[in-house]
């Protein structure tokens, strides 16, 4: 079934269409409950933004090797879709993307087995795209910075002394990492210089930090035509940029006051703890460093051969800082 991925690119959405059509035909399993929660998962409107950089980045300097660029740009899909179903069994999540979870729909049995069975599915695509190439160990390398970030939040749920660089650490591993590798494929099959393929490296992390941190100032939104509950990290202990920022920057604790009643805060505590970051410049600063993040992958961009696809990924980093869900 066809439908948009990333609005606006009606190229770029032919070949993710074909990713999604592969993505489909590679998690068809003989146990039907387990098939149907995949089919779920890859559904559930995923704007496939990374599959877009890949392709994107492999476009720059011209025709690649098309199946390869498809199996490419699906296994990071594919490792993409792993990590939600697992984060969301950690958090308990009931919802993804403004649909139930898969956990929530099939129980955390079907969802463990779910997020692991991509995980196969992930390494057979990168073998059969990176063979004899040094992006099997990126992968590998990639895989172990996304775990530590993941580990790294988990270490430090409810911590009031959190620091802004710790969070920038944790989210260089569990979000940008996967950006970062995103943008390194796409380089490498369109057969940029080795120098190009490390600063298209340097901006997929650059966008993949910004991601996060609009991300994260998102749950602080007032939850219209959004796709998550908000809030929904403060409730789970996950301290994101605005929420840091706004403790440095509160003189009376009341934030810190309400965050030490932890999972018994109530919906009002919330709400009062969204106001307190707001006033307390939480948002506006943490929005203030996603456009640094922004303004340097751009910078970065503008060291790349030009080229439609460099235009568009101009436009696209642009567009992702401007989102709203």
């Known amino acids: 079934m066809s439908r948009s991925f990333i609005p606006q690119y009606p190229e770029l959405n032919t070949n993710l269409q074909a990713v999604a059509d592969l993505i489909t035909n590679r998690i068809q399993t003989a146990d039907h409950q387990l098939e149907t929660a995949l089919k779920t998962m890859a559904n559930n409107g995923g704007k496939y933004i990374r599959p877009g950089f890949v392709c994107l980045f492999s476009m720059i300097k011209g025709p690649n090797d098309h199946e390869q660029l498809l199996k490419a740009a699906a296994s990071i899909e594919i490792l993409h879709m792993a990590t939600l179903i697992h984060d969301d069994i950690i958090d308990d999540a009931p919802q993804r993307r403004g649909a139930i979870s898969i956990q929530a729909a099939f129980g955390k049995d079907i969802a463990v087995y779910s997020g692991d069975y991509l995980f196969t599915v992930f390494f057979q695509l990168i073998t059969e795209a990176f063979a004899n190439t040094p992006l099997l160990k990126v992968n590998a390398t990639v895989m172990s910075k996304i775990l530590n970030g993941e580990l790294g939040q988990m270490a430090h749920r409810f911590d009031l002394n959190q620091s802004v660089s710790t969070y920038l650490d ?126 340097d992958a751009l910078a970065l961009l503008a060291d790349l051969p030009d080229s439609k696809a460099t235009r568009n990924l101009k436009k696209l980093i642009n567009k992702l800082l401007n989102r709203t869900n």
């Open 170 to 295: 944790n989210i260089k591993g569990k979000t940008a990492a996967l950006f970062s590798l995103a943008a390194r494929e796409g380089a490498f099959l369109g057969n940029l210089s080795e120098q190009e393929v490390q600063i298209a490296q340097a901006i997929g992390e650059k966008v993949g930090m910004a991601f996060q941190i609009l991300d994260d100032i998102l749950d602080y939104s007032d939850g219209r035509d959004m796709n998550k509950p908000v809030l929904e990290d403060l409730t789970t202990g996950v301290y994101s940029l605005p929420l840091l920022i706004a403790l440095e920057n509160d003189p009376s604790h009341a934030i810190s006051d309400l965050l030490a009643k932890q999972s018994q805060m109530t919906m009002d505590d919330l709400l009062q703890i969204r106001q307190l970051v707001i006033a307390n410049d939480g948002v506006k600063i943490a929005h203030r460093t996603a456009q640094q993040y922004s303004n």
